[in-house]
C-alpha cells in the first residue's frame, strides 16, 4: 500500500499488537506494560455477586417490575430455537449456559486473554451463522439488529484499512452465547460479545434487557473499500452537541467536568488506554460511579426534552414495547438524572459525555487510537455503552422477581 491509502485522516496503523484469531497474547506485550493495570480482570470479577452500577455501594430498591410491555417474544424465542437445533450436540454444549451463568459477564470490547465462552461466528458455515444472526434480528429493533451489524463491518472495515490482524478484524470474529431454554414464557438470554461490539439480552415473557450494550467503532465511517459509506454514531453524536449547545452557561459549567479531552489535560483515571473516560466497561459491573455534572431537575421543557432525545437515541434499538417501558423508567427519574461532559462543543472536537440516573448509566467516548496511531481522542474513534444500575444489568433483578413468584425453591445464584 502507498502512503496515501493506508492514512486515515492523517493517521497510520498500529502494527505489531500481540493479536491472533481474535485473542491477545498477554505475553506478547512490551515488558514495560504491566498487562494487570491495562486489562480489568474479566474472570475474576465475574466471580463475585452481583450488585449492580450505584452511586454509593447500595442499591436503590424496588426500581424494576414484571410486566408485559405488549412485545411478542415468540419469533425471538423460534429463531434462538432454529439456531440451537442447527447444531452439533458438541456446540451446544460450547454455546449453551445456565440462565443465571457468570458466563454472562465474562466479556471485553477489546480481545480475549482468556479461553473464551461460546462460539465465534467465523468458525460457523455460513447457514448457521445466519441462523444466529436470524436471533438477533428477531430480538432487536430494525436500528439496533443495523446499528450491530454495523459495528461488525466496520471492524472488517478496519483490518481492509491497515492490511493488518486480517484474522482478528473481521466481520464475524464475534462469540455468540445462548442462556436458558428459548421461550415466549420463561427467563432466557443470548450475548454476542467481542471487539467493539458487545450485546446482552435478556427476555422474560414479553420484557427485554438489553444491557450492558457495548457498541464502538475505529473508525466510524468506512471512506474505502468493500463497506466504504457505513457510518455509526451520527445520532449520538449530534443529540450530545444539542443537549450541551442548548444549556445556559451557568448549566453548562455544572455539566462540563473537563473543558479539555486531552490527555495531559485529565487526571489519570481519565487517561486510560484502554477505557479512556469510560466507567462502565468490562468487569465494572458493581463500580460505584458517583453522581456528576449537572442534575436535570433544573432543566427548561425544552431542554429535558433535547436529554430525552438524546437517551432514544440509545433506547432505539430496543423493539417497540420494551423501548417505551426503558423511557417511562427513565421518565420517571429524570429529576434524578445527571449530564457530565468532557472536551469541547465544536462541530469536529473529540468528547465525552454520560446520562447518569438510578435506571440508567449511557456513556459516549471518543477514543485515542489502537489500530490507528492518533495519540489523542478523535471523533473518529468512539466507544459507547448503555447500563442499566442497581442490579438491572444482564436482567438479573427481573430474573430474580421471575423466581421469587415463580420458582421460590430455586432462587438466583447470584
Known amino acids: 500500500?502507498?502512503?496515501?491509502?493506508?492514512?486515515?485522516?492523517?493517521?497510520?496503523?498500529?502494527?505489531?499488537?500481540?493479536?491472533?484469531n481474535g485473542r491477545l497474547d498477554l505475553s506478547g506485550l512490551p515488558p514495560d506494560l504491566d498487562a494487570q493495570e491495562l486489562f480489568p480482570p474479566v474472570l475474576e470479577r465475574a466471580q463475585e455477586p452481583l450488585t449492580g452500577i450505584t452511586t454509593d455501594g447500595h442499591v436503590v430498591p424496588?426500581?424494576?417490575?414484571?410486566?408485559?410491555?405488549?412485545?411478542?417474544?415468540?419469533?425471538?424465542?423460534?429463531?434462538?430455537?432454529?439456531?440451537?437445533?442447527?447444531?452439533?450436540?458438541?456446540?451446544?454444549?460450547?454455546?449453551?449456559?445456565?440462565?443465571?451463568?457468570?458466563?454472562?459477564?465474562?466479556?471485553?470490547?477489546?480481545?480475549?486473554?482468556?479461553?473464551?465462552?461460546?462460539?465465534?461466528?467465523?468458525?460457523?458455515?455460513?447457514?448457521?451463522?445466519?441462523?444466529?444472526?436470524?436471533?438477533?434480528e428477531a430480538s432487536l429493533s430494525a436500528t439496533g439488529y443495523a446499528d450491530a451489524r454495523t459495528a461488525m463491518k466496520l471492524n472488517a472495515a478496519l483490518g481492509e484499512l491497515i492490511g493488518q490482524y486480517r484474522d482478528s478484524l473481521t466481520e464475524y470474529g464475534y462469540f455468540v452465547a445462548v442462556?436458558?431454554?428459548?421461550?415466549?414464557?420463561?427467563?432466557?438470554?443470548?450475548?454476542?460479545?467481542?471487539?467493539?461490539?458487545?450485546?446482552?439480552?435478556?427476555?422474560?415473557?414479553?420484557?427485554?434487557?438489553?444491557?450492558?450494550?457495548?457498541?464502538?467503532?475505529?473508525?466510524?465511517?468506512?471512506?474505502?473499500?468493500?463497506?466504504?459509506?457505513?457510518?455509526?454514531?451520527?445520532?449520538?453524536?449530534?443529540?450530545?452537541?444539542?443537549?450541551?449547545?442548548?444549556?445556559?452557561?451557568?448549566?453548562?459549567?455544572?455539566?462540563?467536568?473537563?473543558?479539555?479531552?486531552r490527555l495531559q489535560d485529565l487526571p489519570a483515571e481519565l487517561a486510560d488506554p484502554v477505557n479512556g473516560r469510560h466507567l462502565g466497561g468490562p468487569a465494572q459491573d458493581n463500580r460505584v460511579i458517583p453522581y456528576a455534572g449537572l442534575p436535570a431537575e433544573g432543566l427548561s421543557p425544552r431542554q429535558r426534552n433535547s436529554l430525552l432525545h438524546l437517551v432514544k437515541t440509545y433506547v432505539?434499538?430496543?423493539?417497540?414495547?420494551?423501548?417505551?417501558?426503558?423511557?417511562?423508567?427513565?421518565?420517571?427519574?429524570?429529576?434524578?438524572?445527571?449530564?457530565?461532559?468532557?472536551?469541547?462543543?465544536?462541530?469536529?472536537?473529540?468528547f465525552y459525555y454520560r446520562v447518569h440516573s438510578p435506571v440508567v448509566l449511557i456513556e459516549y467516548d471518543c477514543h485515542e487510537g489502537v489500530f490507528l496511531d492518533n495519540d489523542q481522542p478523535e471523533p473518529f474513534h468512539v466507544h459507547t455503552i448503555v447500563r442499566t444500575p442497581n442490579g438491572g444489568d444482564y436482567g438479573r433483578d427481573l430474573l430474580r422477581r421471575h423466581l421469587a413468584r415463580h420458582h421460590p425453591q430455586q432462587g438466583v445464584r447470584r
Not at 432454529?82 to 456446540?91: E, G, K, N, S, W
Not at 465474562?106 to 458455515?125: C, I, Q, S
Not at 426503558?326 to 472536537?349: K, P, Q, V
Open 179 to 261: 442462556f436458558g431454554t428459548p421461550s415466549a414464557t420463561e427467563p432466557w438470554g443470548w450475548q454476542l460479545w467481542g471487539h467493539h461490539l458487545d450485546v446482552h439480552c435478556f427476555i422474560i415473557g414479553r420484557q427485554m434487557v438489553l444491557t450492558p450494550a457495548f457498541i464502538g467503532a475505529e473508525p466510524t465511517e468506512a471512506d474505502r473499500g468493500a463497506h466504504k459509506g457505513l457510518r455509526l454514531f451520527d445520532e449520538q453524536r449530534t443529540a450530545g452537541l444539542d443537549l450541551l449547545r442548548g444549556l445556559r452557561p451557568d448549566q453548562a459549567r455544572r455539566a462540563v467536568l473537563h473543558p479539555s479531552i
Open 62 to 136: 424496588e426500581l424494576f417490575a414484571l410486566q408485559d410491555t405488549g412485545w411478542n417474544p415468540e419469533p425471538a424465542s423460534k429463531a434462538a430455537t432454529a439456531f440451537l437445533d442447527c447444531l452439533t450436540p458438541a456446540q451446544r454444549e460450547d454455546v449453551l449456559f445456565a440462565v443465571d451463568a457468570d458466563e454472562w459477564r465474562m466479556w471485553t470490547n477489546a480481545y480475549p486473554t482468556w479461553d473464551p465462552h461460546g462460539l465465534r461466528l467465523e468458525d460457523l458455515g455460513p447457514a448457521h451463522r445466519e441462523r444466529a444472526l436470524a436471533m438477533l
Open 316 to 350: 432505539q434499538r430496543l423493539p417497540d414495547g420494551p423501548a417505551a417501558a426503558f423511557m417511562e423508567g427513565i421518565e420517571r427519574h429524570l429529576d434524578d438524572t445527571h449530564i457530565a461532559w468532557i472536551g469541547g462543543s465544536g462541530d469536529d472536537d473529540a
Open 1 to 20: 500500500m502507498d502512503d496515501e491509502k493506508t492514512l486515515y485522516r492523517g493517521f497510520g496503523p498500529v502494527l505489531g499488537l500481540p493479536i491472533h
